[in-house]
């Protein structure tokens, strides 16, 4: 079975720039989960889709929003982009709220500049 | 609120020492559920072990073992005879309620660093 995938894996933008992020989750996980990875603050949890509808947020600005489409899959969109915005972007998918465990794609690094 | 310590900010040891990376946790819940994951230097998280409160037994996997004592709130994670491959950074993480088990709080994370 397929792992989550995530792209790009690499994006570069500049400050005032909107950026969107793709996850497609395992074949079958109908949950996608969002967090942000920085040096200065780790990991943290952005916001979790479930059946097309946010279920959990995270403490993060209105300048992240997110959606899930039909079939799972996810985007992540960062508005308006800030220098402190630069991060490694994981996407987490699970089977659905009832399982706890969750599975990581590679990541997305996207550089402000 | 949830808060994972990993004191521990890195980690080196020689090949073929065992090692054991600490973990604290606070949490309000009765309900709860404890994880380890690796992450490489790919990025990717690799999901290795996952505790609930109820489950105190601990584990052993091979090489991998874990203790987890609620009386400590602490869920240890022990590498026996490491091996360079097991060279990551390791996040211990703790989730609410199913339904929120989502919302992993992640600690700061222990590098490992094992050398020949």
């Known amino acids: 079975k397929a792992g989550v995938t995530q792209t790009p894996r690499y994006l570069i933008k500049t400050r005032g720039q909107q950026v969107t992020l793709s996850c497609s989750p395992i074949?079958?996980?109908?949950?996608v989960s969002w967090y942000q990875q920085t040096p200065g603050q780790g990991l943290q949890f952005l916001f979790e889709?479930?059946?097309?509808?946010?279920?959990n947020k995270g403490n993060f600005p209105g300048r992240f929003s997110g959606r899930q489409f039909s079939n799972s899959r996810s985007e992540m969109n960062v508005s308006t982009l800030e220098l402190g915005d630069s991060a490694l972007y994981l996407c987490?998918?699970?089977?659905?709220?009832?399982?706890?465990?969750?599975?990581f794609g590679p990541g997305t690094r996207l550089t402000v500049l | 609120a949830q808060k994972v310590t990993q004191a521990q900010t890195e980690i080196s040891v020689v090949e073929k020492e065992d090692v054991t990376l600490d973990c604290v946790y606070e949490?309000?819940?009765?309900?709860?559920?404890l994880f380890w994951y690796k992450q490489p230097p790919s990025g990717e998280l690799v999901f290795l072990i996952r505790?609930?409160?109820?489950?105190?037994q601990n584990e052993i996997s091979g090489r991998y073992s874990w203790n987890f004592q609620k009386s400590t709130s602490s869920f240890n994670f022990t590498i026996t005879a490491s091996q360079v491959v097991d060279s990551a950074v390791y996040f211990c993480?703790?989730?609410?309620?199913?339904?929120?088990?989502?919302?992993?709080?992640f600690g700061t994370g222990t590098r490992l660093q094992v050398t020949l």
């Open positions: 987490a998918s699970r089977p659905g709220q009832a399982y706890n465990e969750q599975f």
């Open positions: 074949s079958g996980h109908r949950s």
């Open positions: 889709y479930f059946s097309e509808t946010q279920r």
């Open positions: 949490t309000r819940d009765t309900t709860y559920y």
């Open positions: 505790r609930n409160s109820f489950d105190e």
């Open positions: 993480a703790l989730s609410g309620e199913t339904g929120t088990a989502s919302k992993l709080t």
